[in-house]
């Protein structure tokens, strides 16, 4: 049998590590570095701080950093570094990759982080991942 893959998404190098080394006592079980190429993911449910979360729901309704930024009052370096530290949490490398994993984990992170309600409020976010989930999932504005 094909084993599970599995991804850790841990606040922490050292809660991750702990984690990674109890997973990988099981069978059956193998461990993988992205999201993407995981079959299941364990996260730590406190991964992102308020500021984190905050910032990717302003680039999910917004669409794009500049304004979100704009709109929630950060500068724009500190918004940026912010979602920077959301994407280094994440283990993605764009922003899209980014909002994709956090709504898809929407329930740890944050009650009002709805996937369908926020998604499709933006038409570009929704072009965009239609686009990169490459037909196997789509979304429609609301």
Do not use: W
Request: net charge positive; aromatic share 4%.
């Amino acid at each position: 049998m094909k084993p599970l893959k599995v991804v850790v998404l841990a606040k922490t190098e050292k809660d991750e590590d702990y984690l990674r080394l109890l997973l990988s006592q099981g069978k059956g079980v193998s461990l993988c570095d992205s999201p993407f190429e995981a079959d299941a993911t364990v996260m730590d449910a406190n991964i992102l701080t308020p500021a984190e979360i905050s910032v990717l729901k302003a680039l999910l309704r917004y669409g794009n950093v500049k304004q979100a930024a704009s709109q929630t009052h950060y500068a724009i370096t500190t918004f940026k570094k912010h979602l920077n530290s959301a994407r280094r949490k994440l283990k993605v490398n764009t922003n899209l990759q980014a909002l994709v994993i956090a709504c898809l984990c929407a329930s740890f992170l944050c009650k009002k982080f709805c996937l369908l309600s926020l998604l499709c409020q933006t038409e570009q976010v929704r072009r965009s991942l239609n686009e990169n989930l490459s037909g196997k999932v789509r979304l429609q504005s609301s």
